[in-house]
């Protein structure tokens, strides 16, 4: 059975302190590590320190953006398909899923508990006005573009289903590119890059 959102660690959003001088950005991954269950702020440790690194090389900072997960609650194990799964396993373990998100991949579905995170995030987006979201990693694209495949759409511009006013920038997850995939961090450079541009106008 799934863990339910009382018993799993749980991190904000860490909401913008300062003004952007272009527009505001908005930074969302996948779901808390155990780091950030441990501080209580969303991208701390290695991943945050790369994060931060490139995003105050092209003259970003932190503070004037959004950042926080699509799942603010940290997953057993720090598995994120904790919050997903396929139709056949929902009906099995009697449980719902939420067909109106559409498939993450092929077959998985978010568990209708965990679905009120991505009305929890279209709401702050809609609230914060970001003009660029980058997704980190394919939860956060799945949530906000409604799109699977980030080594292919990496880098791209796409619509954001949760804030239409907004333009989505998938990348990869920091934590992935310090698990063996340094020679992918020029991408993710790349990528925070026309964040940043597209941002500014």
């Known amino acids: 059975m799934t863990a339910s959102l009382t018993e799993l660690p749980f991190v904000d959003y860490q909401y913008p302190t300062k ?4 527009g ?22 290695v991943s945050g320190r790369m994060l931060d690194e490139n995003l105050k090389s092209v ?17 057993p194990g720090n598995k994120v398909g904790h ?20 498939p993450m991949g092929t077959s998985d579905y978010c568990l209708a508990e965990y679905a009120g ?15 660029v979201v980058i997704a980190l990693g394919r939860t956060p694209m799945w949530a906000l573009a409604g799109q699977s ?14 804030f239409p006013d907004a333009v989505v920038v998938p990348t990869f997850h920091p934590s992935y590119i310090l698990r063996g995939n340094r020679v992918e961090e020029p991408l993710f450079h790349a990528d925070v ?3 940043a ?5």
């Open 117 to 131: 995170e991505i009305e929890h995030l279209r709401r702050t987006l809609n609230e914060i006005k970001p003009a």
């Open 24 to 45: 505001r950005i908005a930074i969302i991954g996948e779901a808390p590590g155990a780091e950030e269950a441990r501080t209580g702020k969303p991208f701390v440790g």
């Open 59 to 75: 003259g970003l900072d932190r503070a004037t953006c959004l950042v926080g997960n699509t799942f603010r609650y940290q997953p």
């Open 83 to 102: 919050f997903f799964s396929s139709r056949t396993k929902a009906r099995k373990l009697g449980v719902e899923v939420a067909e109106d998100l559409g």
């Open 19 to 22: 003004d952007p001088a272009g």
């Open 149 to 162: 495949g980030i080594t292919a759409l990496r880098g791209q511009e796409l619509p954001c289903r949760l």
């Open 197 to 201: 541009k597209l941002a500014k106008g």
């Open 193 to 195: 890059t026309l964040a």
